[in-house]
């Protein structure tokens, strides 16, 4: 049930507490893989429980600005380059989320230089680690 690589934004499936692996993502539009090099950008990633997405204000599980890097990758998931890679920490993180369950996650690629900004949303997984 291995959601890695990814070379479509597919569910993503995580145990909490677990150490996990840096999550490559092969972003594109139109088909070509965005260079996020060129076109210099910063990232936001909101991790939202699916029962708080209709509240007011919108309560995140958490919200990831670090670890988040743009690259300008290359070919797909089965042989290339992700173009943005998400390192997640050893604390806080998805060691936050409040409990297992199904999580919207919303990555904002904001540009520096003219401040535009593109989203790509995925199906986060949250299970509990039953040990037997």
């Given amino acids: 049930m291995s959601a890695y690589p990814l070379a479509y934004l597919d569910d993503v499936t995580v145990f909490i507490g677990d150490a996990l692996p840096v999550l490559p993502i092969w972003w594109s539009e139109s088909g070509d893989l965005i260079d996020f090099v060129a076109e210099t950008s910063t990232f936001v990633l909101t991790v939202t429980a699916e029962q708080d997405l209709n509240t007011s204000p919108e309560?995140?599980?958490?919200?990831?600005?670090?670890?988040?890097?743009?690259?300008?990758?290359s070919g797909t998931a089965d042989s290339g380059t992700p173009n943005v890679t998400i390192t997640w920490a050893n604390t806080g993180?998805?060691?936050d989320l409040p409990a297992a369950g199904d999580y919207l996650a919303t990555l904002t690629a904001t540009t520096t230089a003219d401040s535009l900004a593109r989203t790509l949303q995925f199906k986060l997984v949250a299970r509990a680690r039953h040990d037997s």
Avoid: E, R, S
């Fill in 59 to 73: 309560t995140h599980a958490f919200v990831k600005t670090t670890g988040i890097t743009g690259a300008t990758g």
């Fill in 93 to 95: 993180d998805l060691n």
